[in-house]
């Protein structure tokens, strides 16, 4: 009996060795399985690779010929919309379904991000929903918060929507231009917990894509980072602690987005943070867990012209790994789309990086297109 499976293996191995030899010849893997599918980042041509990491405004109700022209080819991820594209929701509806409608390549015909800033109170683009301030929805906890969210969502999907740039998570300190504009929803880590992350949460479950702003915390700030230079002179104990603790559960909770602020915290970097590998990579990614998609402030403001310009910051931004790179004007974010396309084909922007990034939006985009649910980790 040994001696017949010793010839058994014998013959056995000989077969094998053949079936090795033959499915080298084929480039076969003798037990790999198929090989993995490439992701649809990486069949990208250079220009579209940086053309998923801008997002831009515009003015009017038309779709402007250059802002098209990016779209069809595949130089855009997405836009942004302010009141005057939304004169009536008529007018809103019409625009972005023209948008939608533009054609583009292949692994690019996703639907695009149409993002919008609806906080409510002083930030709100649109008419309706939420009905109340960040402060007011934190005043009066999380089954409201949670309501507005939800009657938010379907004023967004209402006219094309799908991403929202709310909620605001930072933590309220009193004579902070967050709290002095009623944009927080408390004075503390666990009140901006417990009422803005339900929010988030209702706005996703109607279908659009919540964005978390402005990490690591921005509720320190005396100014807007659109009018001046921020500086947080805050330890990375306490920015643990208090300012980045309400990602904690809205990364748990499996948040679309987050908005890298462009303030400086000395603690953790001396770059503004969305400019910085250590906050946007390390503190949002390695230590958070995130693996969404982050987005920039708007790469206009005071604080990114003090950094370099937004040419400058939106690579420094791409090189940080954040994924989106956020314009009010096309004309500013073709400037930029050139500068990241020539420094991904000298090599100074890591190709293999740059894909991450933009699988990352593109799944998002696949997601809002098929069902939101849950970013995944």
Same mark, same amino acid.
């Given at each position: 009996?040994?001696?017949?499976?010793?010839?058994?293996?014998?013959?056995?191995?000989?077969?094998?060795?053949?079936?090795?030899?033959?499915?080298?010849?084929?480039? @076969?893997?003798?037990?790999?399985?198929?090989?993995?599918? #490439?992701?649809?980042?990486?069949?990208?041509?250079?220009?579209?690779?940086?053309?998923?990491? *801008?997002?831009?405004?515009?003015?009017?109700?038309?779709?402007?010929?250059?802002?098209?022209?990016?779209?069809?080819?595949?130089?855009?991820?997405?836009?942004?919309?302010?009141?005057?594209?939304?004169?009536?929701?008529?007018?809103?509806?019409?625009?972005?379904?023209?948008?939608? &409608? @533009?054609?583009? #390549?292949? &692994?690019?015909?996703?639907?695009?991000?149409?993002?919008?800033?609806?906080?409510?109170?002083?930030? +709100?683009?649109?008419?309706?929903?939420? &009905?109340?301030?960040?402060?007011?929805?934190?005043?009066?906890?999380?089954?409201?918060?949670?309501?507005?969210?939800?009657?938010?969502?379907?004023?967004?999907?209402?006219?094309?929507?799908?991403?929202?740039?709310?909620?605001?998570?930072?933590?309220?300190?009193?004579?902070?231009?967050?709290?002095?504009?009623?944009?927080?929803?408390?004075?503390?880590?666990?009140?901006?917990?417990?009422?803005?992350? #339900?929010?988030?949460?209702?706005?996703?479950?109607?279908?659009?894509?919540?964005?978390?702003?402005?990490? #690591?915390?921005?509720?320190?700030?005396?100014?807007?980072?659109?009018?001046?230079?921020?500086?947080?002179?805050?330890?990375?104990?306490?920015?643990?602690?208090?300012?980045?603790?309400?990602?904690?559960?809205?990364?748990?909770?499996?948040? !679309?987005?987050?908005?890298?602020?462009?303030?400086?915290?000395?603690?953790?970097?001396?770059?503004?943070? !969305?400019?910085?590998?250590?906050?946007?990579?390390?503190?949002?990614?390695?230590?958070?867990?995130?693996?969404?998609?982050? *987005?920039?402030?708007?790469?206009?403001?005071?604080?990114?012209?003090?950094?370099?310009?937004?040419?400058?910051?939106? *690579?420094?931004?791409? +090189?940080?790994?954040?994924?989106?790179?956020?314009? !009010?004007?096309?004309?500013?974010?073709?400037?930029?789309?050139?500068?990241?396309?020539?420094?991904?084909?000298?090599?100074? *922007?890591?190709?293999?990086?740059?894909?991450?990034?933009?699988?990352?939006?593109?799944?998002?985009?696949?997601?809002?297109?098929?069902?939101?649910?849950?970013?995944?980790?």
């Amino acid at each position: 009996m040994r001696g017949s499976l010793t010839a058994r293996g014998r013959t056995a191995t000989a077969s094998l060795a053949v079936l090795a030899v033959c499915s080298l010849a084929f480039g @076969i893997a003798v037990g790999a399985g198929p090989a993995p599918r #490439p992701s649809a980042a990486s069949l990208l041509t250079g220009p579209q690779l940086a053309g998923q990491r *801008i997002v831009f405004g515009f003015s009017g109700t038309s779709v402007p010929a250059p802002v098209e022209r990016m779209i069809r080819e595949g130089h855009a991820a997405g836009v942004i919309l302010f009141a005057e594209n939304f004169p009536s929701r008529a007018a809103g509806r019409r625009l972005i379904r023209r948008l939608q &409608h @533009i054609p583009r #390549p292949p &692994h690019l015909r996703d639907q695009l991000l149409i993002m919008t800033d609806q906080e409510g109170g002083l930030v +709100k683009r649109l008419s309706g929903a939420p &009905h109340a301030s960040a402060e007011q929805m934190g005043a009066r906890g999380s089954a409201y918060s949670r309501e507005q969210g939800r009657l938010t969502a379907r004023n967004l999907r209402d006219v094309g929507v799908n991403v929202d740039l709310a909620p605001v998570l930072d933590v309220a300190r009193p004579g902070g231009v967050i709290a002095d504009t009623d944009r927080g929803f408390g004075r503390t880590a666990a009140r901006v917990e417990d009422t803005a992350v #339900p929010f988030a949460d209702a706005l996703q479950a109607g279908g659009v894509a919540a964005t978390a702003k402005h990490f #690591p915390g921005l509720g320190a700030a005396a100014e807007n980072t659109d009018f001046a230079v921020q500086r947080l002179r805050i330890s990375k104990r306490r920015l643990r602690a208090v300012d980045e603790a309400p990602y904690e559960r809205y990364i748990a909770d499996g948040g !679309s987005l987050v908005m890298v602020s462009s303030a400086i915290y000395p603690a953790l970097s001396p770059k503004p943070a !969305s400019m910085s590998r250590e906050i946007a990579t390390g503190e949002l990614r390695s230590r958070l867990g995130f693996h969404g998609v982050s *987005i920039t402030d708007a790469l206009g403001a005071e604080a990114v012209r003090a950094a370099g310009g937004p040419t400058r910051a939106s *690579i420094a931004a791409a +090189k940080a790994g954040t994924d989106l790179l956020l314009f !009010s004007d096309y004309q500013t974010a073709a400037r930029a789309h050139r500068a990241v396309r020539r420094k991904l084909r000298s090599g100074g *922007i890591d190709r293999a990086r740059a894909e991450r990034s933009a699988q990352r939006v593109l799944s998002l985009r696949h997601r809002l297109a098929t069902g939101l649910g849950r970013s995944g980790r």
